[in-house]
């Protein structure tokens, strides 16, 4: 509805402008600032403003336009607004999409090395992601999504080690020593029994079959791993193996090398990463020959972005800041447009219960593990609270508080507001395809004003969108809701004059709210159990 409101107004000033939406509906649906404007057309914004708006006086679109203090105001006439909401009860399949240029994306997310079961931390990256692939594709960009498995070195093999002396120590009741770095918790245990059944116990004798106990390890966490994204809703495309890019270490770096990006020196392959904006050079090989965990992903970027998307995106956590500088300088050096690569961090989680932090997992051995919460509170809980504020900034909450079937708890408000629109069709023995074609030029200022912001869920999905800024599709979720409950109380519906009127106008604030909620993976509940 934006877009289309923008094109009208173009086509009478014919240069790009600003459109902003006031909090305030009650000044205005649309205003234009003219002050950017002034330079450009060498004019004072208080006249351009007046002289725009007269531009406007027969335009159907506009109930009306007025020039206020350098502003032009526009409210949309009802007329317009029963077209747009005859237009979405019809279509909805098509509700709130907007025409934006369509590009396409690589998402990698998740990839949580497969090391042990996935933690909260873990869970907001996927949520995130999950949900920028579900509004990505509604808005019809091709978005493609991957999770990177690093299946190989240090870690792969401190797991391998980790069962290993597990199985020893609790299955052959063995006398070993456990080094500290050794990955802790039930979860160990768990699959040092199971290894003791399904693999040959010659396995067991020494540590000759570390890696192949490693890699047991690492396709039966693999297991584990997508049973929980499956449980959260969260889908990924395809799973890629670190190991799979070996072959092409020896091209990618000679490529370095013929374009300045490594040098040698004590013993030791550098990536020239400071070249490029980097606090300092990074080791790719060491002095033993082994290569680094940026060596293998050097080889990986190389590889996403060769594969000809518009951009590759990747969320990360919030420790991996410094990552960002050293990938994006061999992306350069390897010729790649650095800007291509795009990276999102997914900051810290702070859960509570009962206002004291909640305990550790004793499965996992020191962090909460992300199947305790969705058991605790539900995945619709866990996917609203996560996309309720900002992925790049500190997240703390109170799960108790998630379980409150009151106002106090958004996704219960939001849920009692389409709920609610469910029981008072069922109140007038009526279904939404009955009221398709209702006129709404009955409605007063503020049923046309919810009959707007439920309209505008394509602007507010546009913008979430470019700003990477998901917490908008739930702070305008809970707008609405609240926007519709006051009207509700405030207006007889059923057996009034104007029922059919109401119902469509309620009609549509449900399909926004299904839609709004299904971008968010979360389901809309069309009764309150």
Not at 148 to 161: C, F, R, S, T, V
């Amino acid at each position: 509805m934006k877009n289309e409101i923008y094109g009208e107004i173009y086509k009478i000033l014919g240069q790009d402008f600003l459109l902003e939406s006031p909090k305030d509906k009650a000044l205005a649906h649309f205003a234009l600032p003219c002050f950017v404007l002034a330079k450009s057309l060498k004019k004072n914004p208080t006249l351009i403003a007046n002289d725009l708006a007269l531009k406007f006086t027969q335009n159907a679109y506009f109930e009306s336009v007025e020039s206020v203090k350098g502003y032009v105001n526009f409210k949309l006439s009802k007329g317009y607004l029963n077209e747009r909401a005859t237009r979405a009860l019809m279509g909805p399949q098509n509700f709130a999409k907007p025409n934006v240029k369509k590009e396409s994306f690589l998402l990698e997310f998740v990839s949580a090395n497969p090391t042990g079961p996935l933690h909260i931390g873990h869970a907001r990256g996927a949520i995130f992601g999950d949900s920028l692939t579900r509004l990505a594709r509604h808005l019809g960009h091709r978005f493609d999504t991957e999770y990177y498995i690093n299946d190989a070195g240090k870690q792969i093999k401190l797991l391998g080690l980790s069962v290993l002396l597990a199985v020893k120590q609790g299955c052959l009741n063995e006398s070993v020593k456990l080094p500290d770095e050794l990955y802790k918790g039930a979860y160990i245990s768990d699959l040092a029994n199971l290894a003791f059944k399904e693999l040959p116990h010659e396995f067991f004798k020494d540590d000759l079959k570390i890696d192949e106990i490693a890699l047991w390890a690492k396709d039966k966490m693999l297991v584990l791993i997508k049973q929980i994204l499956q449980k959260a809703r969260v889908k990924i495309d395809s799973f890629v193996s670190e190991r799979s890019f070996y072959a092409k270490f020896d091209e990618t770096l000679k490529a370095l090398k013929d374009r300045g990006g490594v040098y040698e020196s004590e013993g030791k392959i550098w990536l020239a990463s400071s070249q490029k904006g980097d606090e300092k050079d990074r080791v790719i090989v060491n002095e033993r020959g082994e290569r680094s965990y940026l060596a293998a992903d050097i080889v990986y970027h190389a590889d996403k972005l060769s594969r000809g998307y518009d951009r590759c995106i990747n969320i990360w956590g919030a420790d991996h800041h410094g990552y960002i500088a050293r990938v994006k300088a061999a992306a350069e050096f390897l010729g790649f447009d650095k800007d291509k690569l795009e990276v999102i961090l997914a900051q810290m989680v702070s859960l509570l219960q009962e206002g004291k932090p909640y305990k550790m997992s004793k499965r996992a051995g020191n962090f909460i593990l992300m199947e305790e919460i969705l058991n605790e509170i539900g995945t619709d809980a866990l996917r609203f609270i996560f996309l309720s504020k900002k992925c790049d900034t500190h997240l703390e909450f109170d799960i108790e508080s998630l379980k409150k079937q009151d106002s106090s708890n958004p996704i219960f408000y939001i849920n009692y507001a389409h709920a609610r629109i469910y029981q008072v069709f069922a109140r007038a023995n009526k279904d939404f395809e009955a009221v398709i074609n209702a006129d709404l030029s009955s409605l007063n200022e503020d049923g046309a004003n919810l009959l707007f912001e439920a309209l505008n869920l394509g602007a507010v999905l546009q913008n979430a969108f470019e700003e990477r800024a998901l917490q908008k599709i739930a702070d305008y979720l809970k707008n609405l809701a609240a926007l519709f409950h006051k009207f509700y109380a405030e207006n007889k519906v059923v057996g009034s004059a104007n029922e059919d009127s109401l119902l469509k106008l309620f009609a549509v604030v449900a399909l926004s709210i299904k839609t709004g909620f299904e971008i968010m993976g979360i389901e809309a509940k069309q009764r309150m159990g």
